[in-house]
């Protein structure tokens, strides 16, 4: 496996709440990506980043903002989490020109 | 948007039965991969296919890629217990920039033993 780990594995909170999800990865690899999965909707690109300081929506982006300061680091946040979006959480990465994609063992997080 | 429709949702087999995904768009596709999501884990890419027509093999796994470039199938020779999980197609999204792929929903796959 890639050396991808993300982190909360497991996180509960609080509609309302802010919540930073964290992605890292030791690959040096240019692109990373947040998925959320859901049942019956398979895996939906929230935000995407090609480089340090470099991103960009994805199909389900409302109500989250993303950074990445650093190639190892891409951060999720949701601002005021909500109930729809309790979910699992995959960050992704892959190579510049490789298209496959390497994910990481997901975040669940569940918002009460 | 560009969509990849995904059939069927789920397949239960017998152990030793033959196992088929198909993953279908209408919009031409430069090259499509292939993912397996194993219960509880995270998705593993499997292949790319890029040729009109290309047939790869791994072990008892086939994938095809259609000649007009719109349809991709995976076809799994003799299930075993070992093949549960999900599977899905990706096809690279046009709209957005490199990399940015479009996942089918998904083949739940279980195999009775």
């Known amino acids: 496996d890639a050396g991808i780990t993300q982190s909360p594995r497991h996180k509960v909170t609080e509609t309302g709440t802010p919540v930073t999800l964290r992605c890292h990865q030791t690959e040096n690899h240019r692109y990373m990506y947040w998925y959320r999965q859901d049942p019956g909707h398979g895996l939906r690109l929230i935000h995407y980043s090609y480089g340090v300081k470099d991103t960009d929506k994805g199909e389900v982006s409302d109500g989250y903002s993303v950074s990445r300061s650093k190639t190892e680091d891409f951060l999720l946040t949701l601002e005021s989490a909500t109930s729809s979006q309790t979910s699992v959480y995959f960050c992704?990465?892959?190579?510049?020109?490789?298209?496959?994609?390497?994910f990481g063992p997901g975040t669940r997080l569940t918002v009460t | 948007g560009q969509q990849v429709m995904q059939i069927p949702q789920y397949q239960h087999v017998q152990e030793g039965e033959d196992f088929t995904t198909y993953c279908n768009s209408s919009?031409?596709?430069?090259?499509i991969q292939w993912y397996k999501q194993r219960p509880g884990g995270h998705p593993v890419f499997l292949i790319q296919?890029?040729?009109?027509?290309e047939v790869k093999k791994q072990k008892r796994l086939t994938f095809q890629f259609g000649e007009a470039k719109k349809n991709s199938s995976l076809h799994i020779t003799a299930t075993q217990t070992t093949d549960v999980g999900t599977y899905f197609c990706a096809a690279m999204n046009y709209g957005g920039s490199q990399g940015n792929l479009i996942f089918g929903k998904g083949t739940k796959l279980s195999v009775k033993p």
């Open positions: 992704a990465i892959s190579e510049w020109q490789s298209y496959e994609q390497y």
């Open positions: 919009t031409t596709l430069s090259n």
């Open positions: 296919l890029v040729k009109s027509g």
